[in-house]
């Protein structure tokens, strides 16, 4: 007779490596608002920085607690050298030439060009965040935005499910190539963990074997 754990839980356990601050607190209130499907059970990640977000992929992944583990994080500016950087060592690490495309949701410039699209279809064309200040503090308030964890958290609170659904319609309508300023993939990954059906994490994996 085989010792098997007790099974806690039926959910699909998800890992998300968040690359910093915005990204993690951004999906920390998504997942408060409960907007995506409660058959999965989602974990998030702050990697505290692009440089470290490869060695925490590659830790969660072989820790084998996810059935599934993503990256979330930003491209920067051209010539995307980082993003590049972090692309090549999860590609590396799963020895296939287009791992990080299948687990990598990205926004080009940045992830305020995602959360941005929650009250207004304007395009930020950098991710500097002086350039980006005055939208931001259009639309929530929020005075010369740096990025400081007390100004991270004012935003947040500005975010709803009704404009969450605002946010999905305009993010569907962004180029999905992230060599594209202006471009994101958010809505495809928002329409998996929104979705009853879960083949895609099979999916995702067979394409990592």
Known sequence: MTNK??????????????EGNEEYEYLERLKALKVWNKQYDISLVNAGGNGNIPARYQDRYQ??????????CDTEKKPYEQYEDIKQKINEFHGIDDAANKVIIFGNPCTMQIITKHWTDASLKSPAKLVNAPLIKE???VENYKGRADQIKAVMECITVENYRDMIQR???????????????????????????DEWINEINNSLE
């Open 139 to 141: 639309f929530t308030g």
């Open 171 to 197: 993010v569907s309508r962004l180029e999905k190539i992230d060599t594209v300023t202006g471009s994101s993939n958010f809505g495809r990954f928002m329409e998996l963990l929104e979705s009853s059906d």
């Open 63 to 72: 820790n084998g607690s996810y059935e599934v583990v993503l990256v979330f």
């Open 5 to 18: 754990l007790p099974k806690f839980s039926d959910k699909h356990k998800i890992c998300i490596i968040c």
